[in-house]
Nanobody, 122 residues
Framework: QAQLVESGGGLVQAGGSLRLSCAASGRTFGNLAMAWFRQAPGREREFVLAISSSASTTYSADFVKGRFAISRDNAKNTVYLQMNSLKPEDTAVYYC???????????????WGQGTQVTVSS
């Protein structure tokens, strides 16, 4: 399984932007689908965005509405989450995940990072 490490979280004002990164170890990154999920306090983990191994396919949650984008650099074993027009309700721990298929379902991903906190102040 891939080892995943997220970075880039922090505190930002509403309307601001952040870019999260997820670095993966191992030589199989280019064969893995990648995704971002998030979990706010007292809520279940929810899907944000996913990208196929070749970056030819992406899935996004409805709440993204063009504000967030996922990308990957297979040469760097890294996937990114660009978040723009952030809202206080985007406050959550954001998790990176890797798996064999591109999916919106958490149970299809076999490797998870430890998460990075994103806090959006109003």
């Amino acid at each position: 399984q891939a080892q995943l490490v997220e970075s880039g979280g922090g505190l930002v004002q509403a309307g601001g932007s952040l870019r999260l990164s997820c670095a993966a170890s191992g030589r199989t990154f280019g064969n893995l689908a990648m995704a971002w999920f998030r979990q706010a306090p007292g809520r279940e983990r929810e899907f944000v965005l996913a990208i196929s191994s070749s970056a030819s396919t992406t899935y996004s949650a409805d709440f993204v509405k063009g504000r967030f984008a996922i990308s990957r650099d297979n040469a760097k074993n890294t996937v990114y989450l660009q978040m723009n027009s952030l809202k206080p309700e985007d406050t959550a721990v954001y998790y990176c995940a890797a798996g064999p298929v591109t999916s919106t379902r958490a149970n299809t991903y076999t490797s998870w990072g430890q998460g990075t906190q994103v806090t959006v102040s109003s």
